[in-house]
T-cell receptor, first 113, second 112 residues
């Protein structure tokens, strides 16, 4: 069974204090790993897709990396507007054609000014 | 920016009422999904559709039903709402199952 574990559950940072969020996964052959951002009371907003170990993607202050067992979301010099819940999801290579995603429980990031 | 819409955004309703949550997308995506999310918990898939006239149940058992008569429209119906149905319902779509899913803003349902 596919599993996704995110850590820490919650992270408090000062503005400008860089850090990383972790997503550990167990899947029978990875097709893709997805990062989303979710603000309170809203739907998840797509950030990145990573397909193979060693791949990196960047967007503004965020950089996502992928290994064979985990993914990191690095946040460089965060700002208060980066405060949100960050979700990680995986899709197995042998998933049926509907594209099943298995989500982690998320990391709640709070950035204080 | 994803063009996927959900109405209503918030709904408070009494036990036993029939409700329909609306989801529409203007991206022409064939694949659409309904997820349920409780506070602080993972998203769980309750329904999905490959295209028009195709609907399937997801991993999480749900008493809701869905229909897909038009590509852009994927409504979810609860025939008789119960307090256990209180949750956030999220609709999503994708152009292909191997790609990212785009989510709507969600409907927060409270059944009293």
């Amino acid at each position: 069974e596919d599993q996704v574990t995110q850590s820490p559950e919650a992270l408090r940072l000062q503005e400008g204090e860089s850090s990383s969020l972790n997503c550990s996964y167990t899947v029978s052959g990875l097709r893709g790993l997805f990062w989303y951002r979710q603000d309170p009371g809203k739907g998840p907003e797509f950030l990145f897709t990573l397909y193979s170990a060693g791949e990196e993607k960047e967007k503004e202050r965020l950089k996502a990396t992928l290994t064979k067992k985990e993914s990191f979301l690095h946040i460089t010099a965060p700002k208060p507007e980066d405060s949100a819940t960050y979700l990680c999801a995986v899709q197995a290579r042998n998933s049926t054609s509907y594209g099943k995603l298995t989500f982690g429980q998320g990391t709640i990031l709070t950035v204080h000014p | 920016e994803a063009d996927i819409y959900q109405t209503p955004r918030y709904l408070v309703i009494g036990t036993g009422k029939k409700i329909t949550l609306e989801c529409s997308q203007t991206m022409g995506h064939d694949k659409m999904y309904w997820y349920q999310q409780d506070p602080g918990m993972e998203l769980h898939l309750i329904h999905y559709s490959y295209g028009v006239n195709s609907t399937e149940k997801g991993d999480l058992s749900s008493e809701s039903t869905v229909s897909r008569i038009r590509t852009e429209h994927f409504p979810l119906t609860l025939e008789s709402a119960r307090p256990s149905h209180t949750s956030q319902y999220l609709c999503a779509s994708t152009r292909d199952s191997a790609y990212e899913q785009y989510f709507g803003p969600g409907t927060r349902l409270t059944v009293t």
